[in-house]
């Protein structure tokens, strides 16, 4: 049973400033839920129970987010808001507990998932990034890719590793995997992924055979990038302890899932759905406006209003 997940949130958010200069970015808004509430939800409808957060000491913002706060609910008692004061009251899901652990430095991925372990005490667990938003409203709402991932690796026991297709212009920016080549023959034209061919082929699963960060666009095994979400055995400990520094000089956990394939085979789970990189300044836009569309409160008023500023 996997019932902890951890949600890395030490990260300076450079990328969103100035927005993120004293806010912290998962705390910036997406319609009228912080984007952690987003993420916290996520990992409950999953059926994790127990969230660890890697923080930092700018982070406050998010551990008082999922606090009770008791001049606020009293406040909204005595006005008779009782809308608000529900709201207020279910932003921590039930059955869910939020712990913290501080990164101290900023040393890569890896660095901050092995900060968590003392937590996590030898089970296996998921890793979800708060940066990346998945948005389900295009698909099967019964279909949740963390849930499926975490069904996958229990009937498995093989660590699950969630991709999408990206264009090779952009593939310097995410980890990408390497499937093999007897996968790619069957569901690959060159190094880029044939949805169609894959669905085809009544392949279960993606294999994973290597995984390289951030390559550049002539060095990537495929277009096959990560995005955001894991979900991996209790042997990943041992290999957290021996990656090296990586790119950027940071300690990167696709170092770490490289080791660690070689012992243990692994799958790639494809995304169901879009997925968001809140972290740039185009991505939480476009998750932004998404996220309007498809409000039941907002979204009849936001596509009339942007049907019309496209006609101007
Ligand atoms: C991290 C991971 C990378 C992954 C990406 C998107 O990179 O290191 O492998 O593809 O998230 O999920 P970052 O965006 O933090 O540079």
Not at 1 to 10: D, G, H, L, N
Not at 57 to 63: C, D, F, R, T
Not at 121 to 140: H, S, T, Y
Not at 236 to 263: A, H, K, S
Request: glycine share 6%; net charge neutral.
């Amino acid at each position: 049973m996997i019932t902890k997940a951890i949600i890395p949130v030490a990260g300076l958010g450079t990328r969103m400033l100035p927005a993120t200069k004293s806010i912290p970015k998962e705390m910036l808004p997406i319609v009228d839920k912080p984007i952690i509430q987003y993420i916290v939800n996520e990992a409950a409808l999953a059926g994790i129970k127990e969230i660890i957060l890697v923080t930092h000491s700018s982070k406050n913002a998010i551990e008082n987010h999922f606090d009770r706060s008791f001049e606020l609910e009293s406040e909204l008692e005595k006005r008779v808001k009782r809308q608000q004061l529900k709201e207020i009251k279910s932003i921590c899901p039930p059955d869910i507990a939020i712990m913290h652990v501080r990164q101290g430095e900023t040393k890569g991925l890896a660095h901050a998932i092995s900060k968590a372990k003392p937590l996590v005490r030898g089970e296996p667990f998921a890793i979800i990034l708060p940066d990346v938003m998945i948005n389900q409203f295009k698909c099967d709402m019964r279909t949740d890719n963390l849930k499926e991932m975490i069904d996958r690796f229990n009937e498995t026991g093989r660590s699950q590793i969630m991709v999408q297709p990206v264009q090779l212009s952009n593939i310097s920016a995410y980890g990408v995997i390497d499937t093999g080549k007897a996968f790619r023959d069957k569901c690959f034209e060159g190094c880029i992924f044939n949805e169609k061919a894959y669905l085809e082929s009544q392949e279960k699963s993606i294999p994973i055979v290597n995984l390289v960060e951030k390559p550049d666009a002539d060095d990537a095994p495929s277009n096959l990038a990560i995005v955001g979400r894991y979900v991996v055995s209790d042997k990943i400990w041992d290999y957290l302890e021996n990656t090296p520094l990586g790119v950027g000089d940071e300690i990167q956990f696709t170092d770490t899932l490289r080791l660690m394939c070689r012992d243990y085979p692994m799958d790639a789970v494809l995304i169901k759905g879009d997925s968001f990189d809140c972290g740039s300044k185009l991505g939480y836009m476009k998750a932004f406006v998404e996220y309007a569309l498809n409000s039941r409160r907002f979204g009849a008023d936001i596509a009339e209003f942007i049907r019309k500023s496209g006609l101007k």
